[in-house]
């Protein structure tokens, strides 16, 4: 016999929706503070500097950087299409496969990923400042957990 699901606890329930309120305010207030400095310090968002970073790192074909980033192929290329206007990406034919396209960072790029960085760096410093070590490790290990794909053991 199939047992239909148990209501979910309501104590449960209000600490899910405690969870992601205070995710998504995390989130506004950190994107708040950081998107003008990035527009006004570097001429740039943190979209274009998550995809620069992603192909700096290795991830240099756009399905793979879809996949990597979470993005769906036809908005990934209209954002790659803009790296390419603004001379932050060069698209080559790889030596490989001449049916697939390879990304690589232009030195104007590599210098912007290095200044956003320590941006980024500096702002995200400036929250964490708040938090002992434990708590920035725990934070930082708990976040690692719920990003993983797929449920809890």
């Known amino acids: 016999?199939?047992?239909?699901?148990?209501?979910?606890?309501?104590?449960?329930?209000q600490e899910v929706g405690l969870f992601l309120q205070a995710m998504w305010r995390f989130n506004r207030a950190l994107g708040q503070q950081l998107e003008p400095r990035l527009q006004s310090e570097h001429g740039t968002d943190t979209r274009s500097y998550l995809l620069l970073q992603s192909i700096q790192k290795g991830v240099n074909y756009p399905k793979a950087l879809a996949e990597e980033l979470k993005i769906p192929s036809t908005l990934l290329s209209r954002y790659l299409d803009d790296l390419s206007k603004r001379g932050l990406i060069e698209r080559q034919i790889?030596?490989?496969?001449?049916?697939?396209?390879?990304?690589?960072?232009?030195?104007?790029?590599?210098?912007?990923?290095?200044?956003?960085?320590?941006?980024?760096?500096?702002?995200a410093e400036a929250r964490l400042s708040r938090?002992?070590?434990?708590?920035?490790?725990?934070?930082?290990?708990?976040?690692?957990?719920?990003?993983?794909?797929?449920s809890a053991p």
Not at 141 to 150: C, F
């Open 1 to 13: 016999m199939i047992h239909p699901p148990s209501p979910p606890d309501l104590a449960a329930g």
């Open 94 to 123: 790889d030596a490989q496969d001449s049916r697939r396209t390879r990304l690589t960072l232009t030195p104007a790029a590599e210098q912007l990923v290095g200044a956003v960085r320590r941006t980024i760096h500096d702002v």
């Open 131 to 150: 938090l002992t070590l434990d708590q920035r490790r725990t934070l930082t290990e708990t976040l690692r957990l719920l990003a993983q794909e797929g």
